[in-house]
């Protein structure tokens, strides 16, 4: 059976950086806070949007840290531990069961060209190595490698894997896991990242979503998710409506792509809202500015999050 | 606003091949009446499913006619004018509009390298040519090219293009669509056409779904037409997860790949449910045999269309 | 051992269009003219670089019909029959033998996804409908499959396949084709596609090179062909750089892509050089304008080819 | 003037593990030491071939250390600093820079997505962070994006880069960069990493190569140089040919993809040769076993280096 504690809505924390690109701890402080008090149910620290690729592991830890110390015990706190292969990812592993979190999230590995033979072992050792629930994170666009459906049905129903965080873009891959996983008493816990599509996940039964827009504004998705359990799908579908027009934050910036674009609209989002202090991104990547942070405000403006 | 000739179940229409490959046209008869009877809201044909890259000219307007004919006016009839460039889309679609079609269907241009300038032109000049409803047909894993979306809302509100039928496999990018469209006043027609997702692809606002398993099994289409009609999700969703599961039949075969698995799939389980005559298949792909047709039979069982 | 005929410079011709997109027969006359004066080894018609896939099956004949008349006999003719799958490959290899040319060639299918059983059939196919050598070509660019080596080497044993024309960009995949081939007697026919390249393909034991560059300078090529079967190598080398340096007029052009940028700038060089009337492009593509044409007479003039 | 400490031929070295996956320091020291003594003209550590993705920061260290210790100045050695984004691979470059080597190689960024701004910045940041030179890695297949020509040449030319290590699987932008850089007067070193055509690139104007089979004989790659510096191009192809038919130990590997096939076969002739004391791989990758090692021992055979 699916793990209840990690059900519901799990936004990706961003992460606050000073001007000279410091962990701003206020600030994060503050946003941490904000999802919480909106009745999110957890969170997912050091994913992609947590820039975790860009962290040196000091840093990597001092964002953990700050996580556990800030939530103290009130949702779970499910910890990426990216890295291109095995070794390190359960260096990151150990790391993160020593400060706390409640689970670890790894992806395929990758750089170095795998087999299924390859991913499935690679989730193996990390289970191996740690004693913390273990969530695979299918994210094709990332680490080129789709993660197949049989594969995290057959590590789940081993114990190996827990639940997936799926940013697969692949709908018909997602629906056949469901569907497979029910069949199977749902020994997974089937997360969807996709932020503008969480209605059609729920209705096909996802266990919630994990959606980096909440970073920005994390009630609807509270929202949605409870008006998912009382099967009123007709707000589900609605208040997905207004979150797909808030996520164009993320489409508006011109001659910007990938990481610079999505998490740092989300960022300049989120500064323009109060919520963090700057819009300062981690090398190599620029923070986003002049037309692209007034193209931002525009459609914060038009989902009545600014005047 | 969109074409309300255009909305509901379209089934892309499988082509039934005799035993030495030509048309089976009792077979075809017996396969089209069968979805009219069944409540589909029309029929698209000479798409990816119905093997037009795989036919002579001469075959396509064989397949076209048999379809006019035998629909006679019950639904509208959408014709695929599938080819690489924008001349021999043209020919197909004056051939299509002499024939008597209600619309057709045309991808980006392919096999040469397009930019978005000359996909817009492909789709300009088609509608220059003939007076049909357009449709756009979105299959980068064929034509190799995502149709961009703020492209085909601005085709859209000029009426070059009537409607989109989207296999793009990108949820996101589908659901900013609908959004986009919803917004201007719903100057495009979107039809998905995932089999698995039309849940999902409803309750976010689609006008309706092109599900090649429908030439299996229509009837659950139409079912979950009417349920989202009604607003009953629940339904809507469940009869999802039966026809998730019938879709097996195209993964269960081993050892064989795109098209051969999918359409060889419909075949073989349409053959196994007497609907058509063989599993014949066009050149150079090898019809389903042994294993592959028990293991589709066995997903027909579990699905109680076989005893 | 790999058919003497085939040997040589093969430049895949350009298609001359009037402004009206008809055939410019006289500009079409002067560029094969000048080719074979300049003593290439034989013609490779309807290719990419022909805009086979942007013509209706009676423009295809025209190009045949005219290529061969000119031709005369005076090099052989190889033709493409580029379409989407077999049965279309096959009209159009009958409509070539019947005009008498000197050997097809094929790609692997595409459009409709293929496995390699798809892609060994379909020359299987093709080579039995019709009684003219036939050449594989490999360009995944295009048909987004790669000609598996062994399968190329396999059927040019069994006689299926007598030569591969390689656009393939895969330096490595085709040393070791050429080294498996040596050390079978050379029953393939083995000619890059690759204008920039072609000296270390013929260091590599290379039967042959068809560069589309040799439109617009076809001496270099002979010269350069001639030098390599003298052993001269510098020579092979030197020629090279200038025809890497000339080639740059595919690169310049801006805000285009693909086919409008390639043979785009062929054709703009040509009427430049006084070759051809126009730089038509065929629907959807636009002719380059402007600025490019200045920056295309700009790296003719540092080739020496306008003042 | 391209850096003639960075000429001609550097073996990106194999790193030889034990049973239990220490460093077998004494394989390690026989391995270089061989290559060393055929003549090699540098090394290249901590590259795909090293392992370095699969690798702790402990064990990059202690690599580097052994390598800086055996070859105690007799050849330039330079040091991958690969890792997924800046602040890491500026790490990396620090250490690599206090154990003494002679030079540094990096790719673009990778995981999160990133333009050629990201890039560009990314090689601006490291040159800046260490008083090494600085060369790009140019390998798509693991890090799924193309370094621009022109980028490269920029940087070479503002002296920001030093050289290029290409792995590009693109003769064509290869070739052009070789041309370009010519033009300017050589200020990259352009080394090709493609084991298989280092005849062309050397005959297109390479500085040298990068070969992994350098692992398994390093001689001939040695002579082919000389040859190549002698302007004896028919010893150069002929060479070639040589190694190209030794390089199928890595092709004929059945079951086994990417870096377990490739590396695996190294380790595995190594082995069989008595340079190193097992095939083991890191995790999560599993040795050659079986039929894999017959396969390999028998091409190791046809290639005289095995009775």
Chains 1, 2, 3, 4 share one sequence.
Not at 171 to 186: I, Q
Not at 230 to 258: C, E, F, H
Request: overall charge negative; aromatic content about 6%; hydrophobic content about 45%.
């Amino acid at each position: 059976m699916a793990d209840t504690r990690f059900r519901g809505v799990f936004p990706p924390t961003v992460t606050p950086l000073t001007e000279d690109r410091e962990l701003d701890v206020a600030s994060f402080e503050r946003s941490l806070n904000r999802m919480i008090d909106a009745g999110v149910h957890g969170l997912f620290v050091l994913g992609s949007t947590s820039e975790v690729v860009f962290s040196t592991d000091q840093r990597r830890r001092e964002i953990l840290e700050t996580v556990v110390r800030v939530v103290d015990g009130r949702v779970p706190v499910l910890a990426g531990v990216i890295d291109m292969q095995t070794e390190r990812m359960i260096e990151h592993a150990k790391v993160a069961q020593s400060i706390g979190v409640d689970g670890i999230v790894a992806t395929a590995p990758f750089y170095a060209i795998a087999g299924t033979a390859e991913i499935e072992a690679n989730f193996r050792y990390i289970h191996d190595a740690v004693d913390l629930p273990l969530f695979a994170y299918d994210i094709p666009v990332c680490v080129h490698k789709k993660l197949p459906g049989d594969l995290l049905l057959k590590l789940g129903m081993e114990g190996v894997l827990t639940g997936v965080k799926d940013s697969s873009g692949d709908d018909v891959g997602f629906r056949f896991l469901l569907e497979m996983n029910h069949k199977e008493g749902n020994p997974l816990n089937i997360l969807t990242g996709h932020e503008v599509v969480v209605d059609g996940a729920y209705l096909g039964g996802a266990d919630g979503a994990v959606p980096g827009l909440a970073n920005v504004y994390p009630d609807p998705y509270v929202q949605q998710w409870d008006a998912a359990q009382a099967g009123d799908w007709g707000k589900v579908a609605s208040i997905q409506n207004y979150l797909a027009d808030l996520m164009r934050i993320t489409v508006v910036p011109k001659g910007v792509v990938g990481f610079g674009a999505g998490v740092g609209a989300f960022k300049t989002a989120m500064k323009e809202l109060g919520i963090i202090s700057t819009n300062q991104m981690p090398r190599p990547v620029a923070r986003l500015e002049g037309d692209n942070i007034k193209a931002i405000r525009q459609v914060l403006a038009e989902s009545n999050l600014l005047s």
